[in-house]
T-cell receptor, first 112, second 116 residues
Framework: AQSVTQLGSHVSVSEGALVLLRCNYSSSVPPYLFWYVQYPNQGLQLLLKYTSAATLVKGINGFEAEFKKSETSFHLTKPSAHMSDAAEYFC??????????FGTGTKLQVIP | NAGVMQNPRHLVRRRGQEARLRCSPMKGHSHVYWYRQLPEEGLKFMVYLQKENIIDESGMPKERFSAEFPKEGPSILRIQQVVRGDSAAYFCASASTGTGEWVEQYFGPGTRLTVT
């Protein structure tokens, strides 16, 4: 069975600092990987997705993620954090068919 | 074009009562997914439905939980005889197709169920 691991349930960064949220997937995962953002009391919004076209994927709000097969990783980054980035972020992987497996989430706190 | 609608947004039930959660997919979408999010956990897949068909219910608890997506009307997730452990946020997502190249699932705002 596939699995998605997010290292760090809580991450704090200063406003303007680099954001790095870590995600590792199991080797049996098909090459569809996603990052979602969830603001309080809202549903999930797709930030970006990897579908094997390019290893560096750019998403909305200045986020990007790099697929590294050798490390089985798909870490999310943003060069400069903004207060509005404070939210919970979920890494997810698509199993064959349409079932998506989510990581347990990382809450990002941005300190002014 | 309205997004995925879920109602109610908040639902309080006493132990033993029934909970009915509704999901109206985006216009033109005929594929619906239900997920459950427990506190401090990620989303867990529950069930995948197309109009009048359950495609994959491997994430549904064997008892008390059922789901439907009729030809007309919203998809319904039904929980009978709720227990405190059912307290969670339940999210619905819809997609325009379920086969071939992956398409984005659009999530609703969720229903937060509290069992007292």
């Amino acid at each position: 069975a596939q699995s998605v691991t997010q290292l760090g349930s809580h991450v704090s960064v200063s406003e303007g600092a680099l954001v790095l949220l870590r995600c590792n997937y199991s080797s049996s995962v098909p090459p569809y990987l996603f990052w979602y953002v969830q603001y309080p009391n809202q549903g999930l919004q797709l930030l970006l997705k990897y579908t094997s076209a390019a290893t560096l994927v750019k998403g909305i709000n200045g986020f990007e993620a790099e697929f590294k097969k050798s490390e089985t990783s798909f870490h999310l980054t943003k060069p400069s954090a903004h207060m509005s980035d404070a939210a919970e972020y979920f890494c997810a992987a698509r199993k064959s068919g349409q079932k998506v497996t989510f990581g347990t989430g990382t809450k990002l706190q941005v300190i002014p | 074009n309205a997004g995925v609608m879920q109602n109610p947004r908040h639902l309080v039930r006493r132990r033993g009562q029934e909970a009915r959660l509704r999901c109206s997919p985006m216009k033109g979408h005929s594929h619906v997914y239900w997920y459950r999010q427990l506190p401090e956990e990620g989303l867990k897949f529950m069930v995948y439905l197309q109009k009048e068909n359950i495609i994959d219910e491997s994430g549904m608890p064997k008892e008390r939980f059922s789901a439907e997506f009729p030809k007309e009307g919203p998809s319904i997730l039904r929980i009978q005889q709720v227990v405190r452990g059912d307290s969670a946020a339940y999210f619905c997502a819809s997609a325009s197709t379920g086969t071939g190249e992956w398409v984005e699932q659009y999530f609703g705002p969720g229903t937060r169920l509290t069992v007292t």
